[in-house]
T-cell receptor, first 117, second 109 residues
Framework: DGGITQSPKYLFRKEGQNVTLSCEQN?????MYWYRQDPGQGLRLIYY???????QKGDIAEGYSVSREKKESFPLTVTSAQKNPTAFYLC????????????????FGSGTRLTVV | GQQVMQIPQYQHVQEGEDFTTYCNSS?????IQWYKQRPGGHPVFLIQ?????EVKKQKRLTFQFGEAKKNSSLHITATQTTDVGTYFC?????????FGTGTRLQVTL
């Protein structure tokens, strides 16, 4: 079955350490996204990528970095510069730009819960 | 990104009652999507609205896009316990979606 796989499901990090969250999709989607969700909050966009080898900052990119070397993969690195990294991280993908002639949305992975200890 | 307000933040209903969540924007939206997130889960796409005054139905769910394309609503008729979760509206540009704050729905027997 096609879908998005995020790993690990739970991740614990010590303060001052960088950590990389994995996101892999086999949907042949061009666009991929990273969102952060804090308890009881909505989703905030960290980074997004419309095509391979290109990505843009979202609303809260500080303290994060990404790469898009392959169409299927969009890993997110949470660096030590991120002051409050404890959150639920969601990766998503879509066929491409939102088009008014279609009715498809984003497909989300199951998420990674990151806790700084 | 485009800013939207969702109200209410939380609603608790008894099974069988109706439920409505509203999404309001100060600017005109080109399109809006709706998602449902079950407790502990991830958002799942429900529908996309693009036309002024558009109304779409999915079984007990009715989605509306305002005439001015500045607001949208999701109405659930005769709620069931399976409707529990947080409902998000998400207006979009061609390149990305901005999610609202969500409305958390609790349904009890």
């Amino acid at each position: 079955d096609g879908g998005i796989t995020q790993s690990p499901k739970y991740l614990f990090r010590k303060e001052g350490q960088n950590v990389t969250l994995s996101c892999e999709q086999n949907l042949n989607h061009d666009a991929m996204y990273w969102y952060r969700q804090d308890p009881g909050q909505g989703l905030r966009l960290i980074y997004y990528s419309q095509i391979v080898n290109d990505f843009q900052k979202g609303d809260i990119a500080e303290g994060y970095s990404v790469s898009r070397e392959k169409k299927e993969s969009f890993p997110l690195t949470v660096t030590s510069a991120q002051k409050n990294p404890t959150a639920f991280y969601l990766c998503a993908s879509s066929m491409g730009p939102v088009r008014v002639t279609t009715n498809y949305g984003y497909t989300f992975g199951s998420g990674t819960r990151l806790t700084v200890v | 990104g485009q800013q939207v307000m969702q109200i209410p933040q939380y609603q608790h209903v008894q099974e069988g009652e109706d439920f409505t969540t509203y999404c309001n924007s100060s600017t005109t939206l080109s399109n809006i999507q709706w998602y449902k997130q079950r407790p502990g889960g991830h958002p799942v796409f429900l529908i996309q609205l693009v036309k002024s005054g558009e109304v779409k139905k999915q079984k007990r769910l009715t989605f509306q896009f305002g005439e001015a394309k500045k607001n949208s609503s999701l109405h659930i008729t005769a709620t069931q316990t399976t409707d529990v979760g947080t409902y998000f509206c998400a207006p979009g540009t061609a390149s990305k979606l901005t999610f609202g704050t969500g409305t958390r729905l609790q349904v009890t027997l």
